[in-house]
């Protein structure tokens, strides 16, 4: 199977036959071929997880394993904010000390003797 130019186009290569000793295929792109095939594959960051789990769960879908994902990064964000909101409050107990509490003296019409009344409040 020749073509005028030398060169078989793509498409036609699966339908030459399976005897034929003589190739149309350049050297380059046999060439090109070979080091497509031997070129080591790239691996992503937590690969290794994600093999392991395929091999113990088969039928794990990347459905599942994208919702899984997704359910241990809620966790993480909660105990976050969790942990943010305790240490917020330890830093003003430090600053302010447990229990918080406001006192004001005012003239709100039940004084005695020409006195302020006296309120406190506990925060």
Same mark, same amino acid.
């Given at each position: 199977?020749?073509?005028?130019?030398?060169?078989?186009?793509?498409?036609?290569?699966?339908?030459?036959?399976?005897?034929?000793?003589?190739?149309?295929?350049?050297?380059?792109?046999?060439?090109?071929?070979?080091?497509? !095939?031997?070129?080591?594959? *790239?691996?992503?960051?937590?690969? /290794?997880?994600?093999? +392991?789990?395929?091999?113990?769960? =088969? %039928?794990?879908?990347?459905?599942?394993?994208?919702?899984?994902?997704?359910?241990?990064?809620?966790?993480?964000?909660?105990?976050?904010?969790?942990?943010?909101?305790?240490?917020?409050?330890?830093?003003?107990?430090? !600053?302010?000390?447990?229990? *918080?509490?406001?006192?004001?003296? /005012?003239?709100?019409? +039940?004084?005695?003797?020409?006195? =302020? %009344?006296?309120?406190?409040?506990?925060?």
């Amino acid at each position: 199977m020749s073509s005028t130019l030398g060169l078989t186009p793509r498409s036609a290569l699966r339908h030459r036959p399976i005897n034929n000793t003589v190739t149309d295929i350049p050297p380059w792109v046999r060439a090109s071929q070979a080091l497509r !095939q031997h070129r080591p594959r *790239r691996q992503f960051p937590g690969q /290794a997880v994600l093999l +392991h789990f395929q091999e113990r769960f =088969p %039928s794990a879908s990347l459905a599942t394993l994208v919702s899984l994902g997704m359910v241990i990064m809620l966790m993480l964000i909660l105990i976050g904010q969790g942990v943010a909101s305790w240490a917020s409050m330890v830093v003003t107990d430090w !600053q302010y000390g447990r229990p *918080r509490t406001y006192q004001v003296d /005012a003239f709100v019409g +039940h004084e005695v003797n020409g006195q =302020p %009344s006296h309120f406190v409040a506990h925060i």
